[in-house]
Antibody
Framework: EVQLVETGGSLVQPGKSLKLTCATSGFTFSNAWMHWVRQSPEKQLEWVAQIKAKSNNYATYYAESVKGRFTISRDDSKSSVYLQMNSLKEEDTAIYYC???????????WGPGTMVTVSS | DIVMTQSPSSLAVSAGETVTINCKSSQSLLSSGNQKNYLAWYQQKPGQSPKLLIYLASTRESGVPDRFIGSGSGTDFTLTISSVQAEDLADYYCQQHYSYPRTFGGGTKLELK
């Protein structure tokens, strides 16, 4: 059974940093392209970042709204993907989901999400 | 960026009805290379994460009931739910998996009449 579990969400002040972790199991993580997608309190879904597999040189991609502030990374030995979030803004408040992509790049598996609240 | 526009934003239905949700993209999602439309639909129930229903516009994910039907091509797509059941009450989102950044529609809330 495929499982993705996000951890690390919390209440944080604007300008601070936070690191999210997604632990996975049940599939060949090393071959998977992994993403972070977030959902605002208004329920709008927004793709945040992607990291490809080792065979694709771990290429990364970011939404313009987080470029330069967020960094996605992975550890294939731990079947985990991470999201380092710096210089957090109130508009980064959201549930953050870890997802994987299928053959045609749709989001096939999702974790339950972790809540990040940025507020003073 | 490709803008995804969903309509309606909410829909009140009775059990057994057939409902249609529309999704329009600002650019064509049809690949000239393989003639496939890169459009997915997701269902999200309260307190849960989104669940993949349909990809490539009309391919049902394994385990998804056949009352969920995806159709359309180019820039106009539809999710039809025939004979709605109580368990189908949820939010539905379309998403293009054609280009970066991946973008989602604003969602459609399916409610009980």
């Amino acid at each position: 059974e495929v499982q993705l579990v996000e951890t690390g969400g919390s209440l944080v002040q604007p300008g601070k940093s936070l690191k999210l972790t997604c632990a996975t199991s049940g599939f060949t993580f090393s071959n998977a392209w992994m993403h972070w997608v977030r959902q605002s309190p208004e329920k709008q879904l927004e793709w945040v970042a992607q990291i490809k597999a080792k065979s694709n040189n771990y290429a990364t991609y970011y939404a313009e709204s987080v470029k330069g502030r967020f960094t996605i990374s992975r550890d294939d030995s731990k079947s985990s993907v991470y999201l380092q979030m710096n210089s957090l803004k109130e508009e980064d408040t959201a549930i953050y989901y870890c997802t994987s992509t299928g053959k045609y790049w749709y989001f096939d598996f999702w974790g339950p999400g972790t809540m990040v609240t940025v507020s003073s | 960026d490709i803008v995804m526009t969903q309509s309606p934003s909410s829909l009140a239905v009775s059990a057994g009805e057939t409902v249609t949700i529309n999704c329009k993209s600002s650019q064509s999602l049809l690949s000239s290379g393989n003639q496939k439309n890169y459009l997915a639909w997701y269902q999200q129930k309260p307190g849960q994460s989104p669940k993949l229903l349909i990809y490539l516009a009309s391919t049902r994910e394994s385990g998804v009931p056949d009352r969920f039907i995806g159709s359309g091509s180019g820039t106009d797509f539809t999710l039809t739910i025939s004979s709605v059941q109580a368990e189908d009450l949820a939010d539905y989102y379309c998403q293009q998996h054609y280009s970066y950044p991946r973008t989602f529609g604003g969602g459609t809330k399916l409610e009980l009449k």
